[in-house]
């Protein structure tokens, strides 16, 4: 069994005035939310944070729901990717160009209603979607 690598994201999300909306990135054909390699010495919650401002240009992310976290089975080559719950009520998406690969690491990104999110996402990605929307039904945010 190849050895594990771990990752860590955010399920960023917009609450307006209609229903809330989801960011997600597009590398390819493959949607997902922002996320990336926890980094020797770093915390996961931190890498989440990290991986958010690198890929999006977003910062400061509220945690309302806590800390609570979702991890994905292991998929491809061995990797295990752990999503935290974060509102990001302003700031404009950018998409860096990554030093590595001399281009932006996404092809474009998308604020999506769930609906929208699950129809681009594979059933992984749905199964977070899911547990993020049941954090938003079932926890009060912690303002």
Excluded: C
């Excluded at 690598?5 to 399920?11: D, F, H, K, W």
């Amino acid at each position: 069994m190849p050895e594990t690598t771990y990752s860590a994201g955010i399920v960023p999300v917009r609450l307006g005035v209609d229903v809330p909306h989801f960011l997600v990135l597009r590398s390819y054909r493959y949607w997902d939310f922002p996320k990336g390699e926890i980094d020797a010495g770093e915390v996961p919650l931190q890498a989440a944070v990290r991986e958010l401002t690198e890929e999006t240009g977003l910062q400061n992310p509220l945690f309302r729901w806590g800390e609570a976290f979702v991890e994905t089975p292991r998929y491809g080559r061995g990797k295990i990717a752990r999503y935290y719950l974060a509102e990001v009520p302003e700031g404009r998406v950018v998409l860096p160009v990554s030093a590595e690969l001399g281009r932006p690491e996404h092809d474009e990104f998308r604020w999506t209603t769930a609906e929208q999110a699950r129809r681009l996402f594979n059933p992984r990605l749905q199964a977070v979607l899911d547990w993020a929307l049941d954090m938003m039904r079932k926890r009060q945010p912690l303002y």
